[in-house]
């Protein structure tokens, strides 16, 4: 899965959707997911504006090699993916960028292992059992800011200039650093749905189980959990366009769902598992469609959603509302961070 990722965003993948049958409770898979969004995250603008860099890129390529690329308009920079078929093999290949000299670098922006530039403006990879990796080739990479921070001896470890915005994990994302998108709609509550979004405790103590990639860790393989969902009765959406909209009513057993099957269900699994645990929970505030003119009465008054002052009158009702019925469950351990829409 993590190499399969990877050479899709090094050929201009954007995202990706995972359909399932059978459910996503294999951990690597999640794990492996979670390990290639966060090689990539830091060079989303190449992702988005770079453009698929040409097979004349690479030279001297392993029979087993797998190797792709997105390169900067200006060609400052390469965003590189190194797999092998059957993975795990052994792979070398060469990497020329036409104007790169001897202040690039090629970094494995993981393991921070680089390779230097020749006149050329080739840098050569080698790898004797090839897991999959994700390289940079630019004159400022992880792997210069990790050499400045030696040579400056300081105990500061070096960090690439971020080129995104994004709340870094922790205070600003209300504590969690790894979340997970609880799917639960009408699919959770119909005899025809899906037995995977039909969430219990036992579904939510394997998520927060240990992060098997690293034993030593006392942290959960993830902290934090978004209780949202796409379908409804009637074949209502909760986004923009879908085939009916959503009115006051599904809005209250939408919530109630999310939090009779998402959040109750949560908390206690987190009291269950060993260390108890302590999950960052964020509830989704259904789309307010334009189209829903009848959507319901909120102190006395019915609200037409075509106007922009009932949208954000049913919205702040909504949020007040699901403040209130949090309150009332007395959970122990989940800890209520605030919406999404």
């Not at 109630?256 to 260390?275: I, N, T």
């Not at 307010?288 to 009848?294: E, I, S, V, Y």
């Amino acid at each position: 899965m993590f190499n399969l990722l990877i050479q899709g965003f090094a050929n201009g993948m954007t995202g990706f959707n995972v359909y399932t049958s059978i459910g996503m409770y294999d951990m690597d898979l999640w794990l492996a997911m979670r390990d290639a969004i966060s090689a990539v995250t830091p060079y989303e603008d190449l992702l988005c504006d770079g453009t698929p860099a040409p097979v004349s890129t690479f030279s001297e390529t392993a029979a087993a090699a797998v190797v792709s690329a997105m390169a900067e308009q200006d060609g400052s920079r390469l965003l590189i993916a190194s797999s092998t078929i059957p993975h795990g093999l052994p792979t070398s290949w060469t990497a020329t960028v036409h104007g790169a000299d001897a202040s690039w670098l090629l970094c494995d922006v993981v393991t921070l292992k680089s390779a230097t530039i020749s006149s050329g403006g080739a840098a050569k990879w080698t790898h004797p059992a090839e897991p999959g990796s994700v390289l940079v080739m630019s004159k400022t990479t992880p792997c210069h800011s990790a050499r400045q921070a030696q040579k400056t001896d300081d105990d500061t470890p070096g960090a690439a200039e971020p080129v995104c915005n994004y709340a870094k994990p922790g205070e600003s994302t209300g504590g969690a650093h790894n979340m997970v998108l609880s799917y639960m709609d009408v699919r959770s509550v119909t005899p025809a749905g899906s037995a995977e979004m039909k969430w219990n405790q036992s579904m939510f103590e394997t998520l927060l189980g240990e992060n098997h990639s690293d034993p030593t860790a006392s942290a959960p393989l993830f902290d934090g959990f978004l209780m949202i969902g796409i379908s409804w009765f009637d074949n209502k959406q909760f986004y923009p366009g879908g085939a009916n909209y959503t009115v006051k009513q599904d809005w209250v057993d939408f919530l109630h769902l999310q939090l009779s099957m998402g959040v109750q269900q949560l908390d206690a699994a987190a009291a269950a598992v060993s260390p108890k645990q302590s999950p960052a929970v964020v509830i989704t505030i259904p789309y307010p469609d334009t189209r829903a003119k009848d959507w319901g009465a909120v102190d006395g008054k019915s609200l037409d959603l075509s106007k922009l002052s009932d949208q954000i009158a049913a919205v702040s009702w909504f949020v007040d509302y699901t403040i209130t019925q949090m309150a009332s469950l007395n959970l122990k351990q989940v800890n209520f961070k605030g919406f999404c829409e």
